[in-house]
């Protein structure tokens, strides 16, 4: 698709100067856009860019002054950062329009199905599954029996539901996520083989949640794993079973959260964390990446580091002596000799 | 489903006190339980939930006293533990009750299928694949070539499970799990690329294996990796070629095993751990959360943790240490003043 | 299938030495080698497997003398070791032969698709799309919008390429591998929400690349992520939003890469590594297992350790002398208990 500068000047409300007729079909960063790309300048910092960009429209605010010559089309905005983003929002709805039923695709004749919903081919959705309006389900994904989604969720390409599972409206689950598997659940036996604990609970999503590709969410042995409303999770991250994650979290890809652990709501956890098992951590807590947390967390608003992670100064200051403990050890054995050494005197 | 309390008792071989007619529909933890659940209690230290649950069945102990008045309709019987999880165990049965060859699924007329089995829409099943008694493959599951699975085998939705590989009884292997993609091997060349080695072995994963989401098992280069009688695996575990784990072996969340590394029997091995190829780990070892075993374990049944990983105990009290390493430093900073004024002296 | 001496010899223009019709289906290492199998013979130090190896049919160089009975039939050639390598990549190929459109599977009829592919029944290939010659896309791949495979792309099964990708020549990505979801980019508000910044990038992936299970590359914010030519990526690696790898880099399982860091060419990064984003790696870099870079890294060629990173050597010593901790406080508490002793004399 391609668009003018006049249309988007009017799609913004904005004025052209330069070719009405510039044509763009992408969208691109001021510096590394290139012919037949729109941009936009927002930060001054950035004005040299204005006169050496390849792109065919950049947008600016009204108030952009102009000190050189400029070869793209420039449409003049009240705020070019807004308009800019207005704009990746509609490129990124067009990009995912999708509408209507394919085939072959299964759906059981008990579940409902609301309006305006696309289900793509080789989907599958199972016994009294309840769907609401506007989702998205993509090829080749799983929901299982007694599974209810809300308004506007999309699953994409590759999403599993296990059974009894909840998702709420507006969630956005991306490709090859797993929603409601077992709980890692074993009791070990005098012969030292192990029994299953059957996992009967499920896992409830609530509203705006969005969570990364492959990652894994367990369903509670019983009662339910929760996800609070307005969590995002990104990519290959493993919530066990009866974890409960408060609203607004963050938590960033290969981390894992073991069984029973509850997060308060707004923590942010970096990359490749993990958290043990039956503790709870505090509202705001912030957690490094790479971290180990193996005890509860009750301050609120902390941040925390290492593994085992202590307080966040700490564990920098620790660092900066883990990384001359050679020397250091080195003064201690000077300091055993010259105290041999002054003993004998 | 609903079910009452005289069908309950029925079916534990129980007697009912209060309303016969009570029906639940779900199962639930006595101090969790809502109204139409049924819970259980048989540890004396929860008596008082027994009074203040708003379940609508409790199964207790033939001889448990009651000391209080109890809403709930009870049912009891020898083995109040053993009849809730007998019922938990029906429970997951019913829920996974799944028969049948639902179309479209693909299955090649060479694949042998014993009896009994479920084939779900859009399931996969290659040449020669052999396929024995009450297996489950979900929907949207890949077998390949010449794979054989014993019987009751459990596939759940978007498994996958490349060429040659063998699965024995019993197995449940869960969502996302890949099973005998290549080992990563690559020779480098005097250019600076690297030429693919072919990995033309297997897997073989014996019986009573649990595997998680989104899991994945490496085939050998030649000859087999193996998965031991009994182990369970977590989600988003990654297990290299020619690894070989042992039985009973319980592995956590997000763990990886790099090739040709051979675990014996009973390992418990925490989340996050990684274990360095080509060595072995003896019987019994038990490797905590987020360490890095980098040597050979001789030693049957210790205990170890740290990055690298030492014996338990060193590496807390090590912890430790490192939690006070700058306060150590100045310690050594003063005791340098103190010997300097000495030697002056 | 099985092969004669006979046969083999022929295909690599060797010479039988016992009997000519002994027969093979299957290659192993000589050790290992069961009735049936065939192996090889290129590294003196292994010859004495030679007299008890259970192959069937052995390959060996011209030159090799025998100094005992050998039950195996030989096949002698220039080379033994590069003509098992030569089978086994025959073999390999044999495996893999898979040839056709089967049925369903769903090709959007705008989609352009070359010559020899094949595309296995509930694959899904979307609007389109531009597909080279040789391709294989295996059953429950999912195929975006506008999205284009080079020449020789194999797409085992379950692997989800989102919208506009671009994946170059002889690319191999396995099973349950997320290409161009989107990147995790969420703006805060002030209410403590977050809203999503759309994610309309791509990723392009460069020929020669090979991409393990369940494996998640996310799609730039704007831009591309870019994986170059002939870099090898294992299993559950993590590459974020608007990365840039480098070529022929190689990087181990359940590694992952934050957000718009760039690594250059020939980087090796092991198991569980951790790159925080918005850095630059040197050329040739080498990071061990577990480890955290947390700033650039700009001296090419250097190896680093531990989390946060040190030089290799400094890393080790650390490490020696942290499993040493507890000791090392006990002598400078001694060492203060003498100072005192000798302050007071």
């Given at each position: 698709m391609q668009f003018t500068a006049k249309d988007i000047a009017f799609m913004l409300n904005g004025t052209v100067e330069g070719d009405p007729l510039a044509a763009v079909s992408q969208l691109a960063k001021i510096e590394e856009a290139q012919n037949g790309s729109l941009s936009f300048l927002a930060n001054?910092?950035?004005?040299?860019?204005?006169?050496?960009?390849?792109?065919?429209?950049?947008?600016?605010?009204?108030?952009?002054?102009?000190?050189?010559?400029?070869?793209?089309?420039?449409?003049?905005?009240?705020?070019?950062?807004?308009a800019f983003t207005l704009l990746l929002e509609?490129?990124?709805?067009?990009?995912?329009?999708?509408?209507?039923?394919?085939?072959?695709?299964?759906?059981?004749?008990?579940?409902?199905?609301?309006?305006?919903?696309?289900?793509?081919?080789?989907?599958?959705i199972s016994q009294d599954v309840k769907m609401g309006n506007n989702c998205k389900v993509y090829p080749n994904c799983y929901i299982a029996d007694n599974v209810t989604l809300g308004n506007n969720v999309t699953l994409f390409p590759g999403v599993t539901?296990?059974?009894?599972?909840?998702?709420?409206n507006n969630v956005i689950i991306h490709s090859g996520a797993i929603i409601g598997s077992d709980g890692?659940?074993?009791?070990?036996?005098t012969d030292g083989t192990f029994s299953k604990i059957p996992q009967i609970g499920n896992v409830i999503i609530e509203d705006d949640v969005e969570i990364g590709s492959n990652t894994t969410i367990d369903r509670a042995t019983m009662g339910s794993t929760v996800i609070h409303k307005g969590t995002k999770l990104d990519n290959l991250v493993q919530i066990a079973h009866?974890?409960?994650?408060?609203?607004?979290?963050?938590?960033?890809?290969?981390?894992?959260?073991?069984?029973?652990?509850?997060?308060?709501?707004?923590v942010m956890l970096?990359?490749?964390?993990?958290?043990?098992?039956?503790?709870?951590?505090?509202?705001?807590?912030?957690?490094?990446?790479?971290?180990?947390?193996?005890?509860?967390?009750?301050?609120?608003?902390?941040?925390?580091?290492?593994?085992?992670?202590?307080?966040y100064g700490n564990n920098m200051r620790s660092n900066v002596v883990v990384s001359r403990l050679p020397e250091l050890e080195k003064r201690v054995l000077e300091l055993e000799k010259i105290i041999t050494e002054l003993r004998n005197r």
């Open positions: 001054p910092k950035y004005e040299q860019y204005l006169y050496t960009t390849n792109a065919s429209i950049v947008i600016i605010n009204n108030d952009q002054q102009l000190t050189g010559p400029v070869t793209a089309s420039l449409i003049r905005v009240e705020n070019a950062y807004s509609q490129y990124n709805t067009l990009k995912l329009r999708k509408a209507g039923i394919e085939q072959p695709s299964f759906i059981h004749p008990s579940a409902q199905i609301g309006q305006d919903v696309y289900v793509g081919a080789f989907a599958y539901v296990y059974f009894d599972c909840v998702i709420g890692f659940g074993f009791a070990p036996k009866n974890v409960e994650i408060g609203e607004n979290t963050v938590i960033a890809a290969q981390t894992g959260v073991a069984g029973s652990t509850k997060l308060e709501n707004n970096g990359g490749q964390v993990g958290i043990v098992g039956h503790i709870s951590i505090a509202k705001g807590t912030q957690v490094q990446a790479q971290s180990g947390v193996s005890r509860p967390i009750k301050q609120e608003g902390q941040k925390w580091a290492g593994s085992p992670a202590l307080p």
